[in-house]
């Protein structure tokens, strides 16, 4: 199984790499952005969706 990850730093629980790495040892994707809060969708849209494109982009 492939897992996505996208870290945002206004998250109250922001995961470092090395942490997602260990519980997700099928870790495709991971990404720490520079904006963005614990509702990344709808503070920073366009962001999110580039993200989103991101992740999946690794999956196919």
Do not use: K
Not at 9 to 32: D, H, K, M, Q
Not at 39 to 51: K, N, V
Request: glycine fraction near 6%; hydrophobic fraction near 45%.
């Amino acid at each position: 199984m492939s897992i996505t990850v996208a870290t945002f730093p206004g998250e109250t629980r922001a995961s470092p790499r090395i942490w997602a790495e260990a519980v997700y040892p099928g870790l495709a994707y991971f990404n720490s952005v520079e904006r963005g809060g614990l509702f990344p969708a709808w503070e920073e849209p366009e962001l999110f969706a580039t993200e989103a494109r991101s992740a999946f982009r690794t999956l196919r």
